[in-house]
């Protein structure tokens, strides 16, 4: 049988950014840009990884997982968001909200601790480099990638179900554009005290530690640099992380950001534009960042580009030649 609903409500509103029916098409032109960027650039990201042997390597795996995460993540929240302005509806029924809930968390933490891998990546490439591929070897690659998956997958699971034991009788306005577990506890009318422990417990663990770790791998990152005598070899060095340093830079700020916000604010506004950079931007960024920063990257996406300038053409004169 399908689980029923004991809640007392059926659906709730995404009440997004703005009310005003003149700014919902700049709203859907903008945040329709917004996804089919960060669709195209982490897809360049992850063809380039697969189809560059020269890329077969621990960092870009990495990378390519975390591409595909943002692919995900994103896409958790656009779709619906566009498709409530084109209908010119803020409804979004309570079954699909708490699987909103559950995908969102999921791919959410896999971004948090994929980056804290990355970052550990970082350290044996620079601190241990006579070792480097003896660690980093393939099965290690494939564990720390799946562990990542089982912690989310279990953290994103046991979030959910605290949420669907609650009730919701009164207000279900969610002032965002998609189901915020925070905001979801806040409007239930039954007892959240577990909720807000579990939450609370989550943030620590799940964020807290992943960040401990960043932060201990650049410390040693740092110290292994600074020991470097030559110029050069520090900027080669330090070069290497820029592009990670500055994503997770991205992320943790506006993540935390969005926790505060959420958690001691009462201003839907500051909130929802705090969340739309948490999930919307900093997934558009992060293939820009990589590639703009990546000589390898920009390589391979330099030959792509040539190499369909080259087949265009040649398409078009093949289809003359048969007309």
Not at 224 to 243: D, E, L, M, N, P
Request: proline share 4%.
């Amino acid at each position: 049988m399908a689980p029923t609903n004991i809640t007392g409500v059926s659906e709730f509103l995404l009440m997004g950014f703005s009310e005003e029916p003149g700014q919902q098409p700049l709203i859907f032109g903008l945040f329709l840009s917004m996804y089919l960027i960060t669709m195209f650039g982490n897809l360049l990201i992850i063809l380039a990884v697969i189809s560059d042997s020269h890329l077969h390597t621990p960092m870009y795996f990495f990378l390519s997982n975390l591409s595909f995460v943002d692919i995900c993540f994103i896409s958790t929240t656009i779709p619906k968001m566009l498709w409530n302005i084109y209908t010119q509806r803020q409804v979004i029924n309570y079954v699909a909200c708490i699987i909103q809930v559950y995908f969102l968390m999921l791919f959410a933490g896999l971004d948090d601790l994929l980056l804290t891998v990355m970052a550990y990546d970082r350290f044996v490439a620079i601190c241990h480099p006579l070792h480097y591929t003896v660690i980093m070897n393939p099965q290690l690659c494939g564990i720390l990638v799946l562990v990542s998956w089982v912690i989310s997958v279990l953290h994103s699971l046991l979030q959910t179900l605290m949420v669907w034991k609650l009730s919701f009788c009164r207000e279900v306005e969610i002032p965002h554009f998609y189901c915020e577990v925070n905001h979801m506890v806040r409007l239930a009318c039954s007892d959240t005290f577990l909720n807000d422990v579990v939450i609370y417990i989550a943030a620590v663990l799940l964020a807290g530690g992943p960040l401990t770790g960043i932060f201990y791998s650049y410390s040693k990152i740092a110290s292994s640099i600074h020991r470097i005598s030559s110029a050069q070899g520090k900027y080669r060095a330090f070069s290497t992380c820029v592009s990670h340093l500055s994503v997770v830079s991205l992320f943790y700020c506006t993540s935390i950001g969005v926790y505060l916000s959420s958690t001691a604010t009462h201003s839907s506004h500051s909130s929802a534009t705090g969340s739309l950079v948490y999930t919307v931007v900093t997934p558009m960024l992060n293939p820009f960042i990589y590639s703009l920063r990546n000589r390898d990257i920009k390589r391979v996406l330099m030959a792509f580009f040539r190499m369909a300038a080259i087949k265009r053409p040649l398409v078009l004169n093949s289809g003359r030649s048969h007309d």
